[in-house]
């Protein structure tokens, strides 16, 4: 994982997650804004779970799903956080924001995730962009579009 910015108190981190998909996701000491970039059509059910399973386990409480089957993202999350208690029935402070953003640019993603993930009690300090699946065109729009929203 690599630090890639930092403004106002808030970092961004980029994780590059390749197949076979059992890296596991650092945790970061906070809450935090995790923004997937589906980048790998292959990615099997069960790797996609792992995944989704560990960004409930790290805390992240607001994920973004973006690229190839974006919704399905936001549906495995929503299932491994239901799944994190014993009951189905996660207590409200422990709530996971998920959305997905099919038809949207890669700039107006970034530019979401920065400005339009605060709610509740939660102003997060730390975002993580997660790229799932090797494309160097996508990770470097993603980062010109940080340093845009960043600067503007």
């Known amino acids: 994982m690599e630090l890639i910015a930092q403004q106002a108190g808030r970092r961004f981190w980029l994780l590059r997650l390749g197949s076979p998909y059992q890296t596991l996701i650092p945790k970061l000491g906070s809450t935090y804004v995790a923004v997937v970039l589906a980048c790998d059509p292959s990615i099997a059910p069960e790797q996609q779970a792992f995944i989704s399973t560990q960004l409930v386990e790290t805390d992240c409480r607001y994920m973004i799903a973006w690229g190839i089957d974006a919704t399905n993202w936001d549906t495995s999350v929503d299932y491994a956080f239901i799944a994190s208690d014993p009951n189905y029935d996660p207590p409200d402070e422990r709530f996971l924001m998920t959305t997905w953003h099919d038809n949207e640019s890669i700039s107006e ?8 993930t605060n709610f509740g009690l939660h102003e997060f300090r730390d975002y993580m962009f997660i790229l799932i699946g090797e494309d160097t065109a996508i990770e470097s729009e993603l980062l010109t579009s940080l340093r845009d929203v960043m600067s503007g």
Do not use: E, I, K
Request: glycine share 12%; with cysteine.
């Open 109 to 116: 993603l970034v530019w979401f995730a920065c400005n339009g």
